[in-house]
Nanobody
C-alpha cells in the first residue's frame, strides 16, 4: 500500500519561509511526477508546482520566483520551499503523484492527507 505523508506546515508571518516535505512509503519501484496542490476555504484545489522524475518543474504563476519544488528520488520525497509568503498563500497543501509503480502494479493519482499553512499579515 502506498502512503504519502506531508509535514512542515505551520503558522508563519508574512514574508517568512516554510519548507514542506512529502515522503512516499510502501513497496514502491518508481514514482512519476510529484506535485503540490493547495486548497483554501471555499476555493477549488489548485496546482502549486510539479516536478517530473527527471527533474523538470512547473509552477503556478502566483508562486513563481517565491516557491521552489525539488525531490530526492532515493528518499522518495518531494519538497516545497516557500519564501516571501503572503496571507493569500494560506491553505491546506496536498502532495500528489500521478503514477506510482508498486509490487502490486500501478497506482494512479494518489494524494496525501495534507498539511496546513497559515500566513498571518
Amino acid at each position: 500500500q502506498v502512503q504519502l505523508v506531508e509535514s512542515g506546515g505551520g503558522l508563519v508571518q508574512a514574508g517568512g519561509s516554510l519548507r514542506l516535505s512529502c515522503a512516499a512509503s510502501g513497496s514502491i519501484f518508481s514514482i512519476n511526477t510529484m506535485g503540490w496542490y493547495r486548497q483554501a476555504p471555499g476555493k477549488q484545489r489548485e496546482l502549486v508546482a510539479t516536478i517530473t522524475s527527471g527533474g523538470s518543474t512547473n509552477y503556478a504563476d502566483s508562486v513563481k520566483g517565491r516557491f521552489a519544488i525539488s525531490r530526492d528520488n532515493a528518499k522518495k520525497t518531494v519538497y516545497l520551499t516557500m519564501n516571501s509568503l503572503k496571507p493569500e498563500d494560506t491553505a491546506g497543501y496536498y502532495c500528489n503523484t500521478d503514477r506510482v509503480i508498486t509490487d502490486r502494479g500501478y497506482v494512479y493519482d494518489y494524494w496525501g492527507q495534507g498539511t496546513q499553512v497559515t500566513v498571518s499579515s
